[in-house]
């Protein structure tokens, strides 16, 4: 009996533990890859049309998605010279299309929107 309390006090405390390094993780690559491309941005005066146009120069290569079960990259989507965004996928495992930001109560992606002011 002990061991099945024990077991059921202390399974939700991992998972969310595991969750949470899953968040961090994805954050981490997610972050190398925001850092590559405005480096890129400062350079060629506008973000990559995609995440293999860091590699060589600014990464050695796409990071992983630590929370992508598929393991996939990390994902990008410039959305202007100016404006892109870069994600994991986030603990749910579904790709909310770079949602980085918590909508309703449900769990978004994780990861970054990158944004430049327009010269004047």
Known sequence: IRASLL??????AVK????AHLRFRARQAALEVMLAA???QRDKGEFPGSLDQLVPQYLE?????????SGGRILYRRDSA???VVWGVG???NDDGG???IESGRPADVGFLLKVA???
């Open 7 to 12: 077991s059921k006090l202390l399974l939700p």
């Open 16 to 19: 969310a533990y595991d969750n």
């Open 38 to 40: 405005q480096a890129y």
């Open 61 to 69: 290569e796409v990071p992983l998605d630590p929370s992508n079960r």
């Open 82 to 84: 100016n404006s892109a």
């Open 91 to 93: 603990e749910d495992g």
């Open 99 to 101: 949602v980085v930001e």
């Open 118 to 120: 327009d010269p004047k």
